[in-house]
């Protein structure tokens, strides 16, 4: 694998996870528990589109066949993504969603953290404006889960199931191929392994303050950043995210 096929690939599977978990909390605008959490998902949806679009379009610089970023997102068939299985599932309840967020945003907070040393300069400065967003969503998240936990009973078996769940998901995120390896080795981005231990302290303390059990898991699902596969939900996510686009090809407001 050369370098630049691990760059376009690293930037598609960091610009799909966005992309694709900026449209799940996007299915919460009009219909969140209340109105200023309603607010808050969409805003937190918005940034995440916000950063597939810089990463899509680097990706889409770095491939040199004159797509653009609106290519890579709209004109793409499922196995041709490279998002992780956790981004794909479903909201259930607000319980669910706060959950896969708060799985996702402990992994992005310390990828970003790591990013911004990238020798990439293009790849760093993404990193560097994504990082303060990013940041406040993992206080989000993680506020939300102590919240819901250590709430009400409802509340708390609510989150626990999600939990449940979900966790089955968290492996591949910090599970490393050979993409990650090039990338490592090239000091663009970091040693997935290395983030593995930090991961786990900061979901054990969030864990643990909000009087949730961790999940035993025997094996994790995985197979979405690499493109062997992805779960059935990601069809339907397309469908939605692509339709307009393959009704109107290169429609333009």
Not at 8 to 17: A, F, H, I, S
Not at 201 to 214: G, P, R, S, Y
């Amino acid at each position: 694998m050369t370098l630049a096929d691990a760059k376009y690939q690293y930037l598609l599977r960091m610009g799909d996870n966005a992309l694709i978990l900026g449209h799940r909390l996007s299915e919460w605008c009009g219909h969140g528990p209340i109105l200023e959490q309603d607010i808050a998902i969409t805003n937190i949806a918005l940034d995440q589109v916000g950063q597939a679009r810089s990463l899509l379009q680097y990706a889409a610089q770095l491939e040199g066949k004159g797509r653009t970023e609106d290519n890579l997102a709209y004109k793409r068939d499922v196995m041709e993504y490279r998002n992780v299985l956790l981004v794909e599932q479903p909201n259930e309840n607000f319980a669910y969603t706060i959950v896969r967020q708060f799985l996702f945003d402990a992994f992005n907070f310390l990828l970003h953290k790591s990013l911004v040393n990238s020798k990439d300069e293009h790849l760093k400065a993404i990193a560097e404006k994504s990082l303060k967003e990013i940041t406040y969503h993992l206080r989000y998240s993680s506020e939300w889960m102590i919240r819901l936990g250590d709430g009400t009973a409802e509340s708390h078996q609510k989150i626990q199931t999600a939990l449940d769940d979900l966790f089955i998901y968290t492996g591949e995120l910090l599970t490393p191929d050979a993409v990650d390896q090039t990338i490592f080795e090239a000091g663009i981005g970091p040693d997935l392994t290395a983030l593995q231990a930090p991961y786990q302290a900061k979901i054990d303390e969030i864990l643990q303050q909000a009087t949730l059990q961790k999940p035993e898991v025997k094996y994790m699902q995985s197979g979405g950043k690499d493109g062997r596969m992805h779960t059935e939900y990601l069809g339907y996510i397309l469908a939605e995210l692509q339709f307009v686009q393959r009704a109107y090809p290169n429609m333009e407001w």
